[in-house]
Every structure is written in C-alpha cells, then in structure tokens.
C-alpha cells in the first residue's frame, strides 16, 4: 500500500482527485503543503513535477490541461505563494481550462495573528475561479463528510463547468505524518449535464430569421466549435450570402474561409464601402476577438446588426448588437439550417471572398520586396513550421503580425488570449511541450520572454520545445497602436525600451542559444532551431529594428488599401 499524509483533509483530496482520475500534479515547493507533496508523489498513478515559481506552475499547468483536454492540479504553500496563482488562474477562467488550485493555509485562528507565510486567503482568488472550497480540520465523521462533500462539489464542477476551482486547506503541525492510503466509504455524486435543446416555436423563429437574412457572418474565435463543428460549416460555405470569418486560433483550416481579418478589412475600412460588409446576421462562436479593427468597425455599425446571437452560456456583448444567446452546440444549430442554392453574384459571403483574396495578392507583393524587419521575419519563420507542429502566440505585436498571415494546414494556434497578459506565454508553452509529442513553438516578444523567463528552468521532457523571440528593444505594441508615441514617456514607461540581450538569461537556464540579425543569418537560425540533431529547448532570438518596424506595417497597410 502506498503510504500517504495522515492528516484527514489532505487524505479526502489526494482520494478523491484518484478516484477521478485527475492524475497530472503541478508542485511548487514549501513546507505547509508538504503533505500534499508526499501524497502525491507516493502514489505512482500520478504525474507530478515541481516548479518553484508558483506564477510559472499555473502556466505550465495550463498548458498541460490545454493540450491534453484533461483537468491539471495545482498544489503550493501559504502566504503570498497563493496569489501568484491568480494569472493564469485567470487566463483558465476565460479559456475554459479546469484548473484545480489546491492551497495549503495556516490554521484559521493564527490569520492575522503575526504568524509567518499566512493572508486571507479564504475567497483570494474568487474573482478568478468558478468557486471556492474552504476545507476544515476533520476531527470527527461529520467533519470527514463535510470534507469530503465539498471536494466531491469542486472536482466536479471543474470538470462540468471546464473552470478552474480553488481548494484551500488548512493544515495544523506536524504536517509530515503518512499511514497507508484507504478509500473512504462516503458516496461520492456526479453532476448530470443535460442540453435543453430550444423548443419547436423557439427553433422556428430561428430559422425564419435565417431563411430571411441576406447577409449572414459566423464569426468563430478562440476556443470555437467542439465536435462536428468544422463539418457543419461545409454545408453551409458555399451558401453566397454566408462569410465564415476565423481567427488563427479558432482552428478551423479551410479554403474560402476568410481567416485574415485586419488585412482584409484594410481593404475598406474607413470607406464608404465599409456598410456593405456589416452582416444584419451575426453569429459568433468562442471567447474574445483578438481583430481590434473588426470590434470598432462592427461597434460603429451596431444599429446595422439586426440580430447577433452568440453561441455559449457566456454573456458576451462584444459588438453592442446582442440579441440572443443560444446554449446549444453549433453543429446541432446548424445542422437545422438549410443553405440557399440560389446564385447571387454579389452576395454578402462573395463580396467578402473576392476582398480576402484580393488582398492576398497584394499581401504576397508587398512582401517580395519587404524590408528587414519583424513584418518580414514573420513571414519567413511561418514558412518553416513543421507539419503537425503546435504554435503558441505570444501577446501583443507577435499575435497581431501571425494574424496577417494564412492559417497554416496541420499546425495547431493558441494563445494566452483569454486575457491577454504577457505573464506565462513561456510557462504555457513548456506545459503544452510536456503533453504532446509534436513539435511546439513559440514566438514571443522580448519583454514578454523576459517576464516569463523562469519558465525555463523546467527542462524535463521538453526536448520538443523551440522558441523565437523576436527582439525589437522593447514593448513594440506601443509603436503599432494609436496614442503611446505622441508622449515623451512612451520610451521608459509605456513601451519600456529595452535593447539587451537574452542570451544571459538563456545560457543561465541551460537552454541552447542561437542568434540572428539579419534574413541571412535568420535563415541559418531557423535551419539550426529545427535541425533533428538539437535537443531542446532551444532559443533563437531575432533582432530587429526597433523604430523601423512598426513603421514598415504602417506602409503594409497602406498598400491594402
């Protein structure tokens, strides 16, 4: 028998989490949450792994979770380590990942007492969780019960919601007891998730405004779709008054999809033209719009949106247009519309192909005699992603540059866009490289490399982890958007320029280090980063022009129009 902690709350969660299979265990280290650390390490079913930087384990626990679809523990010590779990605790909130921070807590009655390493953390991170469950010492049967019944509630609700929860666990010395494990007699209950499809008169209504909308727009974003989704679709894309607009992180690769928004909206936005591509039909499906150009045209035409129904239990007014709200699986919505046969020339779904492609054209023109910089170094380290291979967008500039470019068959897109902090884009990616045998990379800018560089120091079981970190002296976002260089303080303040190097940081986690600064030796780089001879994971930092840039997508974008 496996021998585990001897304290009884520790027991009904280290029970519970086996029962239900929720096998992979992301550990920081410390002293009050040492029983969680001895139970799950002595028992081989298991996967654990410790990472010092509570910040990082959230992230790299995300990743895990991300990649294998499965819920990802999360145990650290009391005190201010808790907190650092509130980043990506977020980032799962709004990606639906089923995190489960596990806390370990002084006793309640030394909170506020002058005793070391303890806050309130009952309720801390309730902002960021779907709930909270707050353990008790169990002294008695009615305590084990209690115990029991709320880690029962909050696996299951992680599990039913696909949301992180939090367990805090009081722990009272002495905290490295074990005895063997046993599993407790108590009943454990399962939620039951039922999908109430929408009544005859309600899917009627529906599909007479469907049948009677000339232009309709399915917008699908970030975390879209589930099971049938992208077959659904294929019925419905060759519908002429139908657009099917995708952000790279959708994943929903197909020829006529319009899956380069801001540069094919470049083509008339700010035009007269602009109304004629506002749908009176909107449908979205999934978390946050990455196309700042899309929401702001969109939010100026709001009146011209009849109906916009979003697709989710989510409240999600992005465009000010809501009208319905539909809990119901997509392929099942559209599976009950019928696609029009009827030819139109200038359909809504046709107008928006022809300036898709349209602007492919000039998009591949602008490019043949392309300046260095990091608009040209995007395009050629896209070029070279392996088939197969997991891309994780970093934030800011990197994401909205990927976005330019056509969706890549085969490859996989994610990005830290529930809420879009620069804070474990590294972390995130080794959780992923950890779950999955195909080849991941990440591109980052410099600053958010930065931030996350401890990310690095969890070697194991990455040799299939590449990163790109593309070096423009600083927070180049700043650069690109409307305000920040008009002001003095944008350099040092906003933008925190920032010209050094990486390669110390790099070379002191052990990670191979490699180097371009120009489209010769970026070429040389990337055939290096990718060779079948390197063990990972390894880093290639481009450097480019760091004023020269943004001014380079600024003339981009001119040449669309």
Known sequence: MNEISDIGSVRTVVQQMLQRQILDVVLSPGSRNAPFILSFNAVEDFSTQSVLDERSAGFVALGIAQQKKKPVALSCTSGSAVANYAPALSEAYYQRIPLIAITADRPTAWIDQGEGQSIRQVGLLDNVVIASFNLVSEQSEEDQWYNHRLVNEALETALQEQRPVHINVPLTEPLYGVSPIEFSSSTSFKKIKTTSLPGVQEMDELKSVWGRAERIMILATDG??????????????????????????????????????????????????????IPDLLITIGGNVISKKLKAMFRRHKTSIREHWHLGKEVMDTFQSLTRVIDMAPADLFRSFSPTSEAVADGFGVRWKARFFETEQKHQQYLQDCPYSDLKVMELILELVPEGAVLQMGNSSVVRYIQLFNQIRDVHYYGNRGVSGIEGCTSTAVGAAQATDRPVLLISGDQAFRYDSNALNVKDDVDNLRIIVINNGGGNIFRIIDGPTRHEVNEGFIEKKDESSIEGLVKYHGAVYLQANDLESLDQGLEALWSADLRGPAVLEVFTPRVESPEVLKDYFKSLR
């Open 224 to 277: 879209a779709g589930g099971e049938g989704f992208g077959k659904s679709l294929e019925v419905l894309a060759d519908d002429p008054r139908i657009a099917i607009v995708t952000e790279t992180n959708a994943n929903l690769y197909r020829m006529g999809n319009i899956s380069c928004i801001d540069r094919t909206i470049e083509a008339f936005i700010g035009s007269k033209e602009e109304k004629e591509y």
